[in-house]
């Protein structure tokens, strides 16, 4: 064998490998962390849009709130607003999701005379502990709260969310 040769002895490149894997394992757990992070926020903030979508709907139809989550939304493009297609909010959070690892369900309730008088808003996610770890949900009084088993509700009703622990 030649001492002038060039290029890496299989040691040298195993070594290499090694550190690289070292590194991954303590960096992937730290992204994976970071993306449920990410998750979580943005269906903090779809709970929160829906909650402002529901008072604009209130407040511009004498219907009280939404019925469905879909009458929040509106084939796009968007045309002239309705009761049954108001346009507040985006197409992904009417049909109830996944938007960004979260599934949306939002049902209005207590209709007395055709006016609908409360409603009820929550995100958990698709995958619990991989896309995400809480359970997000709001009411007319919107005041956000969570539920720590990241499990879907039953239904997402304004009592049912109430039992949960307020995230402000």
């Known amino acids: 064998m030649k001492k002038n040769q060039k290029g890496f002895s299989l040691i040298e490149l195993l070594i290499v490998v090694a550190i690289i894997l070292i590194i991954a394992a303590i960096a992937i757990p730290n992204l994976l962390r970071a993306q449920m992070a990410a998750h979580e926020s943005s269906a903090v903030g779809t709970v929160r849009t829906i909650v402002t979508s529901e008072v604009t709907y209130q407040s511009t139809w004498n219907s009280g709130y939404a019925l469905l989550l879909a009458n929040l939304g509106g084939v796009a493009p968007c045309g ?89």
């Open 80 to 168: 002239p607003a309705t009761a049954a297609a108001a346009c507040l909010i985006d197409n992904v959070i009417a049909t109830g999701g996944p938007k960004s690892g979260y599934l949306i369900a939002a049902i209005g309730a207590n209709t007395v005379n055709g006016i609908t008088n409360t409603f009820g808003v929550s995100a958990y996610p698709v995958t619990p502990g991989s896309t995400g770890t809480r359970t997000f949900c709001s009411d007319e009084s919107g005041v956000l709260r969570f539920d720590q088993t990241g499990t879907a509700m039953a239904a997402p009703t304004d009592r049912g969310c109430q039992a949960f622990p307020s995230l402000q």
